[in-house]
């Protein structure tokens, strides 16, 4: 079966005064129905842009979108007129963002709010959007919806306001649903409720998600394939079992070194990956994690690394990725951690 | 499950739900005792023009413009005083050179002035948010361009436009005149409330809310009325109380000058204007409308400035 959403040889920049952020650079990757799909990586890495350009909302100027195919259902995204986007927005493709503190309206009811979203897609009436505002405010576990409905958002912990979030995002059924950082900004406790709430519902509707995030932890959990992306450009993807056991990619496995593990007694200073992001509008000739790489040669300074396929599912971005994968040792996650000690860790 | 955030229940004071920010602003309102009085003396002015001039025609039979027929009342007399000087409640601000009483000209003046101040900064309020909210939703060169056709209005002595605009197109009858000058000082005052409301839009366009809407496929048209412009009511409402009085400080010095409201219809102003050439003989003609309009430019201020403190997004609780 064709892929839901098929992103090809994506490419966003940003222009700045005299120099062009390659903020995205040649980003490809499938998405089936149903699945869910982890994107990791720092800050600036463009893993935010990437979905912005998914939506088309990437802020332009300065942002344009260079190059590449964003097949959704069998359509380009990035061809469609304007108005049929806007009805593949929020009905087809929903989004949840990272501060669910400013991602409401202050001045709006969250039951308008919730009601603006069905009756532009699905022509509800005042009354049905109401009712269908109270379901899904039950569906997200908001207690008390009824009353609730009708207050303003500044009456809602953040943790409410996030499934608020959802239940505008989940609304109208959408195909894809993506979930950029929906957890960063809560606490701890928060975070696993929302998350365990995004992976139920997905459960219930067969909806595809992809979710964003620089959280190892986060999506350790939930997906079924993560994308490790540095500098714009995607250095690893596998599936997501596979990514914890044989990291292929220094960088990913600086990642995994970097999560605390909880059962760790030795008090050695948790692993930390030296250096910063480079900036992506003045990127080296080669790896552009070569400098940041305890592993680089000279050609890595050189050359820029290949996407090497090592398994039917897994790629990486590097020189010397087919030894990484061989060894299968560069003892990615601490000793004792493996994926499902993750996934009890989010249950 | 989440917790549900109570809030401890002290007796009476159940948490309502669905508590809006403006409630918020009125309770911090309520605090501010000037602005309370201000309120108050605006309310009793506002009334006193909209049915004060019915209740004297009911009790004196004077009207703004009735002049008495006897030719020993066509005279100025003081407030407070009868024909033969001795006490009387007919002419409590006194009468003009024609014997008109001079309350009724005033409330008569008020509900001019006011609608003068209000209709004005309605005009320059609706002009101000469409072309502030237009410039700046779509940024770029569309805001570049509108603004520096603000910034070129800017540069044009109002004033000058305004004259040559009512003395160009007015004078066919008191009415036309009078519409004439509500276009005219709303088209002059928008420029700031552009400015005010294109500050406001841009800094709100970054904000997630606003994103959230595009990705919910919200039209462009939608954002800016429902999610954008309620955003800067704020500010809007703060600038527009301020308008309103010194609109109709510019209405009373056009009038004065005689450009403004005609005669027989009253403005402060143009009363005032009256007055001042009998100054030294009839003091009461000018100080009577002056001080009406003194006292309604104050409260007007003074809730400005309440209104200001009330809805200051920095006192704002998140």
Request: with cysteine; glycine share 8%.
């Amino acid at each position: 079966m064709a892929p839901l959403l098929s992103v090809r040889d994506l490419r966003t920049w940003f222009d700045e005064e005299h120099l062009t952020a390659k903020a995205v650079d040649g980003v490809s990757f499938d998405l089936g129905r149903g699945e869910t799909l982890g994107i990791v990586g720092e800050s600036g890495s463009g893993k935010s842009v990437t979905n912005l350009s998914i939506m088309r909302l990437v802020p332009s100027p300065p942002g344009r979108v260079v190059s590449g195919e964003i097949v959704f259902d069998g359509r380009d995204l990035l061809t469609l007129p304007a108005e049929e986007m806007r009805h593949i927005r929020g009905r087809r493709i929903a989004m949840i963002f990272q501060d669910p503190m400013t991602s409401l309206n202050p001045f709006m009811r969250v039951s308008q709010q919730l009601m603006e979203v069905t009756r532009l897609h699905l022509g509800h009436s005042r009354s049905e959007a109401h009712e269908h505002a109270v379901h899904m405010l039950e569906t997200v576990g908001i207690p008390d919806a009824r009353r609730r409905v009708d207050g303003y958002p500044h009456e809602f912990s953040g943790g409410m306001r996030q499934r608020v979030m959802i239940a505008m995002a989940l609304s109208c059924k959408p195909e894809l649903l993506i979930a950029d950082e929906p957890t960063t900004a809560l606490d701890v406790t928060i975070q696993a409720q929302i998350l365990e709430l995004i992976k139920t519902l997905k459960q219930d509707t067969g909806t595809s998600v992809i979710m964003i995030t620089h959280d190892l932890g986060v999506v350790a959990g939930m997906t079924d394939r993560i994308l490790v992306m540095y500098a714009g450009r995607i250095v690893e993807s596998a599936p997501t079992s596979e990514l914890f056991e044989r990291p292929s990619n220094p960088y990913t496995a600086g990642l995994l070194r970097s999560v605390p593990d909880p059962t760790d007694d030795s008090h050695a200073p948790l692993y930390q990956i030296p250096g910063l992001p480079p900036d992506v509008a003045r990127l080296p000739p080669g790896c552009p994690f070569a400098p940041r790489c305890a592993r680089a040669e000279t050609i890595c300074r050189e050359q820029f690394p290949p996407f090497v396929q090592l398994a039917p599912q897994h790629h990486s971005l590097c020189h010397f990725a087919v030894e990484l994968y061989e060894s299968g040792t560069i003892a990615a996650a601490p000793a004792g951690r493996t994926p499902s000690d993750d996934d009890a860790e989010n249950q | 499950m989440e917790k549900v955030t109570i809030v401890p229940e002290v007796a009476g004071t159940e948490p309502v739900v669905g508590t809006s920010l403006w409630r918020d602003a009125y309770k911090r309102l309520k605090k501010n005792r000037l602005a309370v009085l201000g309120f108050m003396v605006v309310c009793i002015i506002v009334l006193a023009s909209a049915v004060g001039p019915w209740i004297i025609q009911q009790t004196t039979g004077y009207t703004y413009d009735y002049i008495p027929t006897d030719p020993a009342l066509v005279t100025s007399q003081p407030p407070f005083t009868a024909p033969d000087g001795s006490f009387a409640w007919t002419h409590p601000m006194g009468t003009d050179d024609a014997g008109r009483d001079i309350l009724a000209r005033v409330l008569l003046g008020g509900r001019i002035s006011l609608m003068v101040g209000v209709i004005s900064t309605l005009v320059s309020l609706i002009i101000g948010i469409a072309v502030g909210a237009t410039a700046g939703y779509l940024g770029g060169r569309v805001d570049e361009a509108i603004m520096r056709f603000v910034d070129v209005l800017y540069s044009i002595p109002y004033m000058m436009v305004v004259i040559v605009l009512l003395a160009f197109f007015g004078g066919r009858s008191p009415i036309s005149q009078l519409f004439l000058l509500f276009i005219a000082l709303g088209a002059v005052s928008w420029l700031t409330m552009a400015r005010i409301v294109r500050g406001q839009v841009m800094s709100l366009k970054s904000q997630e809310f606003i994103l959230a809407a595009r990705a919910t496929g919200v039209p462009a048209a939608r954002i800016i009325l429902r999610h954008l412009v309620p955003n800067t009511l704020g500010p809007v409402i703060v600038y527009a109380t301020l308008t309103i009085p010194s609109v109709m400080l510019l209405e009373s010095f056009l009038s004065f000058l005689g450009l403004g409201v005609q005669a027989p219809l009253a403005s402060w102003g143009s009363l005032s204007a009256d007055g001042i050439q009998n100054i030294a003989v009839f003091p009461w003609q000018l100080i009577c409308p002056g001080l009406t309009m003194a006292v309604t430019l104050f409260s007007l201020n003074f809730l400005g400035d309440g209104l200001r403190d009330a809805l200051d997004p920095q006192m704002r609780k998140g």
